[in-house]
């Protein structure tokens, strides 16, 4: 059974850093591209960030260029969001989301719970 | 960036209706738009995956058509468990963006 279990999130003040950490099971993490959406709260889902099967290829929102780093250690079949010089606009709910596919990306077919992360002084 | 809009943005319907749902990209995406399902307090759920191919496990009543600017999601015969919030997603540029959502409610 397919698992992904986000971690990490909680209260931070602004300008303040987090790291994210989603879990993986379940599957073969390695061959997929992994992806991060946030919902903030009564919003719809904005896209955040992808990574390559292997980590050499990195694409983010322009809302969070500079400020987030996407990351993953395929020997602990992991998945990681470095976020940065947070803002009152970057609370939401983190989703870890997998592709459908191994060669392009088609769509996330399974996701995670969420962490939420709230942006507040 | 490609801009995508859903219409409509909410959307009243009863059991049994047919429902068609808009997605329309601001410059060609070929087949590269995924749907979504959420429902409150959960995650998305994959619907349709390259425009028109239907994930594994989802009713057939749900279909995708569409390819370059405009697509389709199309629910035959709307069921209860159907009253959702549903999202289009493009996956032919980085970043790979969201519509804004279709909220469908029963009437």
């Known amino acids: 059974e397919v698992q992904l279990v986000e971690s990490g999130g909680g209260v931070v003040q602004p300008g303040g850093s987090l790291r994210l950490s989603c879990a993986a099971s379940g599957f073969t993490f390695d061959d997929y591209a992994m992806h991060w959406v946030r919902q903030a709260p009564g919003k719809g889902l904005e896209w955040v960030s992808l990574i390559n099967w292997d980590g050499s290829s990195t694409y983010y929102a322009d809302s969070v260029k500079g400020r987030f780093t996407i990351s993953r250690d395929n020997s602990k079949n992991s998945l990681y969001l470095q976020i940065n010089s947070l803002r009152g606009e970057d609370t939401a709910l983190y989703y870890c989301?997998?592709?459908?596919?191994?060669?392009?990306?088609?769509?996330?077919?399974?996701w995670g719970q969420g962490t939420l992360v709230t942006v507040s002084s | 960036d490609i801009q995508l809009t859903q219409s409509p943005s909410f959307l009243s319907a009863s059991v049994g209706d047919r429902v068609t749902i808009t997605c329309r990209a601001s410059?060609?995406?070929?087949?590269?738009l995924a749907w979504y399902q959420q429902k409150p307090g959960k995650a998305p759920k994959l619907l349709i995956y390259?425009?028109?191919t239907l994930q594994s496990g989802v009713p057939s009543r749900f279909s995708g058509s569409g390819s370059g600017t405009e697509f389709t999601l199309t629910i035959s015969s709307l069921q209860p468990e159907d009253f959702a919030t549903y999202y289009c997603q493009q996956l032919n540029s980085y970043p790979p963006t969201f519509g804004q959502g279709t909220k469908v409610e029963i009437k």
């Open positions: 410059q060609g995406i070929s087949s590269y």
């Open positions: 989301g997998k592709d459908i596919a191994t060669t392009q990306e088609l769509g996330m077919d399974y």
């Open positions: 390259a425009a028109s």
